[in-house]
């Protein structure tokens, strides 16, 4: 019932191919995929989390669920995973709603995800954060991967400054400074919002953001608050749909790169 749920609400904002969700296959259907030479399967690892006045604390689960259905799209016959909807977001739970885990608590999910997929015949798992503060757990548990599942080869996207600067070629083209592309909540965030869910956009409240341009590792150790107190990292008034179709193109395009370097 939850995943119905869950799917009449995102209808409207995002088409998924459901014949590539793991989930939404029988187990003959995934046994006959596997068997048939899809035995390459991404995850997305999102956060359930603030992300300021205007938007949603689902961002980056949702953002979890599209970017590697994306990169599936484009590499063709692979499968998606369930997204790991919680993160590591200690820096955000000043504001009401966040959810967090233990950064050894996620390297435990993603590890027992991955044992599980490749028990079944997965050859290739791609990791996919959506959320900052998970590029270092992911890191580091596909590193112990690699050694463990010696039949299954696991890729961490983890390159979060190579991912900005790729952003940062398109904010600049657009004229959007680091500060007001933000690194939470700020002007790329609320266009990827815009572009894939537009209804949970509150437009009205886009100026409480700060000018804000600093490293992940001084957020977690400030918090969030300290550095905004409206929980808006970046200035998200020049925000709109076709940027966030863009920046959604530079992530995936960044993503796909790093599998490409990785075979």
């Known amino acids: 019932m939850t995943r119905d749920i869950q799917h009449v609400i995102f209808k409207c904002m995002y088409q ?9 296959l029988s187990w003959p259907q995934v046994e006959k995929k596997i068997k048939s030479g899809w035995t390459t399967i991404v995850l997305g690892i999102g956060s359930t989390e603030q992300h300021g006045p205007h938007l949603p604390l689902f961002v980056d689960a949702f953002c979890g669920d599209v970017i590697p259905h994306e ?7 692979i499968l998606q995973a369930p997204t790991i909807r919680v993160g590591c977001s200690e820096a955000h739970m000043g ?4 959810i967090t885990i233990s950064e050894n608590t996620l390297k435990a999910l993603i590890q ?12 290739k798992i791609i990791l ?5 503060g998970n590029f270092k757990a992911v890191q ?3 590193k112990k991967l690699e050694k463990s599942l010696t039949s299954t080869q696991v890729l961490g996207f983890a390159d979060f400054d190579g991912l ?9 083209k657009f004229k959007v400074t680091k500060e007001e592309a933000g690194l939470h909540g700020g002007e790329i965030e609320t266009s990827f919002m815009m572009h894939i869910a537009p ?11 700060v000018p804000v341009y600093t490293s992940i590792a001084e957020v977690y150790k400030k918090g969030t608050k300290v550095l905004s107190p409206s929980g808006v990292l970046g200035i998200p008034l020049k925000a709109n749909a076709s940027k966030g179709k863009e920046y959604l193109a530079a992530y995936v395009d960044c993503v796909l790169e790093f599998i490409k370097k990785s075979k």
Do not use: N
Request: proline letters at 3%; aromatic letters at 12%.
């Open 164 to 172: 900005m600067h790729r952003f940062h070629e398109a904010t600049e």
């Open 128 to 132: 996919i954060p959506t959320h900052g």
């Open 199 to 209: 209804e949970f956009v509150d437009s009205t409240k886009l100026d409480q953001g």
């Open 112 to 123: 027992e995800y991955c044992e599980s997929l490749a028990k079944h015949g997965f050859q």
């Open 16 to 24: 998924f191919d459901k014949s590539i969700l793991l989930d939404h």
């Open 140 to 142: 580091e548990v596909a």
């Open 95 to 98: 504001f009401p709603g966040t």
């Open 71 to 77: 990169v599936a799209k484009k590499l063709g016959f």
